[in-house]
């Protein structure tokens, strides 16, 4: 560390950080470079969102030739269509609005709540209590006891499975209380000595220093609940009133690959040939509903984002 | 002078010896907050992850769904065996263990450097916008993926197309049909679904980074890798380290999804994970105590990995997990 | 810090929006409920006549994927209307294995459920002969030729119904969906209208086409395709038993009614070794074992492929893209071929009962004499008239002559997923007892199988096409069917999941899926021990076992199914 010897030039004013004269060359060289690199991997990871939404607005008999890249060779709507076809995807839409949220204002009050207690190190519990919560992340009981469980619990078939079952991660317990670490102890300190409880230090001080990092596992559980299916699929299957937005998509898709591809129906039944011309295929729908379970979700992140992503430099992070 | 601020950690707190007091009654009462905000929590995650784990049981027996518990028959280490004396056993375990460290490895990699990269962009709306556009894959099932990805890489697709123009290639090369591209192809085609997605985690503990610290630095005239090296990087190595152990307890997880989807006979003496052998002869054929035969044995290599890693993270002095 | 008070107040309205929408939830859960226990008191108290329908509502899980209907949906509707019964389905979407799993360990069924083995050996079903002696009239008929082959080889009793493969008269199809050879009618059509019976015929015919146009619309000819792609693997797997003249099997032959598996035979020698052959010409697609099955399509729908071994129904929506793109010269003729001339061809079978599929009635079935007699009065013809053409004169006309037939907008209204969603009962018409065949008055039961129709739908070259072979449809290619064996097919024996049988079959699957490609792709030389090598290794495996358990079945259905 520290065994380059660097001339320190004349003291720039931080603010002026950016036409400093130590080095011109050295940032604009970087600069170029990082930007060229950022372009780059706008173009790659751009590019599979953005052929989803070409095949999706493109007719599926003419999808399958494949070689469809940035433009619609046959623009049409049929594949959203047949998407919201179904009256049942409002509701499940809802249900997925409702899940998602309660899930994340849940995760976030209880996760980091715990998260606190075992960041503090005189805690007697702290050390059995992490172990028992880490271990969760590796193992897994297996599907038929967690569905006894659910049984027994009373939830199947209720909206509460969709968030009873998951309002504390490990992960995120861990990745929150590492934050924590990173706050000065000072300010914990020094609330105690003013009298201030321990649910009061963790509400009123610690929970809104934790903004970008609660910031980010909202984030992560908004996007699990909403992408969740399995839990549907396991324990409200035969509810249809609280099938989820993602459960119905499955369902949808499901059944076009299926209606494509259905020895059963071709052994016996007789495949007509008008019924098999049909505008929608299993490749087509799939890319609408990739759009329409992804959309609503994405639109979340940049309010999110707002607290993480910040210009690096010193004077954008004092604002 | 810049040394001194440079090698000034960014309030990490170290671990601190010796520290632990006796547990007494008077200390219970005293934590007594504390264990009202967290003690319910341990009750609720032992309900909900630690009781149904009596479904082990069922590596024991020829678990028959139909029937009570009472009435199963007991089979002692018949499904392990199994799993353990198939002739693909070690193969699949091999191959398990490559892309899950290729995809470790990697992923970490790629992550936290493009963090670090994003970090240096100073226009923020731009930032943003990479930063948004480079999750979006997150969001793309695997076989959407998958699809694009035999798609790029067909004989007339765009990286032998690319090849050819510069004359590296003479003739298209069939990346999926040679075992030994299979790993590397999956672990790309992990880090372009993943990237943008887990840099977040990095960013946000960027955010965090005392402000005072670059200052200082640039006071002291550092350059931008400098600043890199001794501001930015420690100030997340916490976060790095904590990831890095947990992760390496999943040293078992490559998936199955992507290898099954890449995955043809040709190659599928590398493509075939754990996972997929256990779906295949255990769910796909009813079979669940072979399931949760193949469960416990991740289980057990997990955790024994984890702790190996935490006590490494221990005696380096770095975060720890426990 | 003044955007604080703003954000508790954002968060206060995010948890009463949601609790809003949870409470929501609860009320009409509450609802269904109630009505739900209304419905089971009214029912208890009387029987079902005719005319005056109670409501009834029958619960169903559907063991596939599928949409719920609109719940105005015109069909459904009337069933409701004059024989009072609603259905409440639920469709599976994901892993069916899983969900047994759950459905089986809790014991979660609803009043009726699609059929599976796995249900069956739970003991999920409740055993059907004696409630369709007292209560189904109908249905006995219906299944009288046929009534023990549906019964359950392990205690025979019958526990489901099957859907399809009861037939009433003669069955003449237009349309053949199943496994052939296929080629392209331009090569045909050029070779001047060839009758092709060998194999070696077939291959010549694709070379000599390959050579004389090396390209087709600008990309590259190819010769033949394989496609085995996840699940989808008869391309590869299946040809050899139809090339000595014997039906699908699936992975055995049956000689005697004794089944052996071909895999390792030197009749399936001989057709690897001659694919083997034709690589070495370069007839084979370099990608074709690495390609999916999206790039498959693809490629067919290009119009550059001249031949596959495929079944019909799987890359049908490909031919539709080229029949869009209007290259009816690219869609294909299925051929029954052989190793030799003197063999018949044995492609086309006689539907056999669909066993294992249709459905049967829960153990906690509320009233399975309801059930049944629903299911016995669906069987009758003017309601298999309803369910299969729709509503006369909405969705059908019926010509002076009797004959049923469709406008043009009634047929693509037929096609039209979204409209069937509103006009049609498929789910409950596929999953349930049907007349296959011909309704009395001599027409089709299937609105594709009426003759008239399939004529109507033809293309202008596809008349041409077949005015050259002087043949009506394309299914004049294949021998007609023989009177099936008894015991057929041997594919719809069940393995018994976990059993050795399944295990072995797994792993012989296996061994083909990595060997097969290997061999084909060999140098011609190395074929041979590419091919001892894979071999030996199915000889490791514990092909008794599962050569066994078909046997076993088999010899079972040839004593039981035998009609008395």
Known sequence: ??????????????????????????????????????????????????????????????????????????????????????????????????????????????????????????????????????????????????????????????????????????????????????????????????????????????????????????????????????????????????????????????????????????????????AAVSMVTPLSIRAAVTIVASVPILLVYPFMQKYFVVGLNVGSVKE | MMEETLTKKPVVRKPKKGKRQPMTWSLIKNQRQLIWMSVPLLAYIILFSYVPIWGWTMAFQDYKPALDFADQKWVGFKHFKFLFLDDNFLRVLRNTLAMSVINLVLGFVTAIVLALLLNEIKKVFWKRTVQTISYLPHFLSWVIVTGIVATTLASDGIVNDVLMKLHLIKEPILWLSEGHYFWGVVGASHVWKEVGWNTIIYLA??????????????????????????????????????????????????????????????????????????????????????ATAGGIFKTVVSVTMLLIANWIAKRLGEERLL | MGGKSKSVIRLGMIMLLSFSFILAGCGGSDKTATSGDAKAGNEASGGSGEGKPEPFEITAFIGEAGQQPTPDN???????????????????????????????????????????????????????????????????????????????????????????????????????????????????????????????????????????????????????????????????????????????????????????????????????????????????????????????????????????????????????????????????????????????????????????????????????????????????????????????????????????????????KFTDATWKLANKADTLYSFSPKMQGFFSDGNATDGAAQPEEYQAGLEEYDKKFLKAYGFNSYVDFFSPAPENPIYYPAWSVDLVEGSEAKIVNTKQNDLSTKFLPKAILANPSDFDSVWTEYTNEIHKLNIKAYEDRINEVLQWRIENWSVK
């Open chain 1, 1 to 274: 560390m520290g065994n380059q010897t660097i001339t320190p030039g004349p003291v720039p004013a931080a603010a002026t950080y950016k036409r400093s004269g130590k080095s011109r060359i050295e940032p604009t060289l970087f600069h170029t470079f990082n930007t060229v690199f950022m372009i780059l991997l706008v173009v790659v990871t751009l590019y599979p969102f953005l052929n989803t939404i070409v095949v999706s607005f493109n007719a599926g008999n003419d999808t399958i030739r494949g070689g469809l890249y940035l433009w619609p060779r046959q623009f049409t709507l049929q594949n959203y269509k047949a998407v919201f076809a179904s009256g049942t995807i409002y509701d499940a839409f809802l249900i997925s609005v409702a899940r998602t949220v309660l899930s994340t204002v849940l995760n976030i009050f209880l996760t980091t709540m715990l998260a606190y207690t075992l960041s503090r190190r005189e805690y007697v519990f702290r050390k059995p209590i992490t172990l028992i919560f880490v271990l969760t992340m590796y193992f897994n009981a297996g599907l038929i006891p967690g569905y006894f469980l659910m049984k027994d619990l009373h939830l199947i078939n209720t909206f509460w499975v969709y968030v009873l079952p998951s309002m504390i991660s490990a992960f995120n317990m861990i990745v929150i209380r590492t934050y924590i670490g990173t706050i000065p102890e000072s300010l914990v300190e020094s609330a105690k000595i003013d009298g201030a409880g321990e649910f009061k230090i963790f509400w009123r001080i610690i929970f809104p220093l934790c903004k970008p990092v609660l910031a980010t596992i909202a984030l992560f559980v908004a996007v699990g609940a909403w992408n969740s299916w399995f839990d549907a699929f396991l324990f409200t299957s035969s509810r249809q009133e609280l099938s989820t937005l993602q459960y119905e998509l499955m369902k949808l898709l499901s059944s076009s690959m299926n209606a494509n591809s259905n020895p059963a129906v071709a052994n016996g039944a007789g495949m007509t040939q008008d």
């Open chain 2, 205 to 290: 503990a960027m955010s965090s980074i005392d402000p005072a610290l670059y200052e200082a630095a640039e006071i002291d005239g550092a350059s931008r890798y400098k600043k890199m090296f001794h501001v930015t990087l420690p100030g997340i190595k916490p976060t790095i380290v904590i990831l890095l152990i947990m992760s390496i307890g999943h040293i078992l997880e490559a998936g199955f999804e992507v290898q099954y989807l890449l995955g043809n006979g040709l190659v599928v003496d590398w493509a075939e994970t754990i996972d997929i052998f256990v779906l295949k002869y255990g769910i796909a054929q009813g079979n669940y105590s072979l």
């Open chain 3, 74 to 412: 015109k069909i459904y509707k009337k069933i409701k209307d004059e024989l009072g019964v609603t259905f409440k389905f639920e469709f599976l979407a994901g892993d069916l294995n899983q969900k047994l799993g759950v459905m089986i360990a809790g014991s979660d069924y609803p009043d009726i459920m699609t059929g599976n083995t796995k249900l069956t050996a739970a003991g999920a079903y409740i055993p059907l002969e004696d409630l369709i002696e007292e209560h189904a009239p109908n249905l006995k008929k219906h299944y009288e030729k046929y009534w023990n082959m549906m019964k359950d080889p392990n205690d025979g009793h019958i526990y489901i119904l099957p859907n399809y493969g009861a037939y009433n008269g003669e069955v003449s199809s237009t349309w053949y969906s199943g496994p052939a050879f296929w080629i392209q009618k331009a090569v045909l059509e050029e070779a001047g209208y060839p009758k092709v019976k060998t194999l070696d015929e077939y291959f010549d015919l694709i070379a000599k086409y390959k050579e004389k146009h090396p390209n087709i619309d600008g990309k590259p000819t190819i010769g033949f395709e394989i496609l085995n792609y996840d699940w989808k693997n008869w391309g590869l797997f299946n040809p050899p038993q139809h090339l000595i003249g014997h039906p699908n099997d699936g992975s055995v032959v049956v000689n005697d009614g004794k089944a052996e598996i071909f895999a390792d035979k030197d009749y399936a020698k001989r057709y690897y070794q001659k694919l083997n052959e034709i690589n070495a010409k370069g007839l084979i697609d370099k990608e074709t074992f690495t390609q999916n099955f999206d790039q498959y399509l693809a490629k067919i729908s290009s119009g550059t492929v001249l031949g596959m071994f495929d079944q019909h129904w799987n890359f049908q929506n490909a031919e539709n893209a080229l029949i869009t793109q209007k290259k009816h010269e690219r869609t294909y003729v299925g051929l029954p071929l052989v190793y030799d001339e003197g063999t018949r061809d044995y492609y086309l079978d006689r539907p056999a009962l669909n066993l294992n599929n249709g459905f049967g009635i829960s153990v906690n079935a509320k009233d399975p004499v309801k059930i049944i007699k629903l299911w016995d009065r669906l069987i009758q013809e003017d309601w298999q008239k309803i369910l299969s053409w729709g509503i006369e004169g909405e969705d059908y006309i019926v010509n002076e002559k009797g004959r049923f037939m469709k406008t043009q907008e009634q047929r693509d």
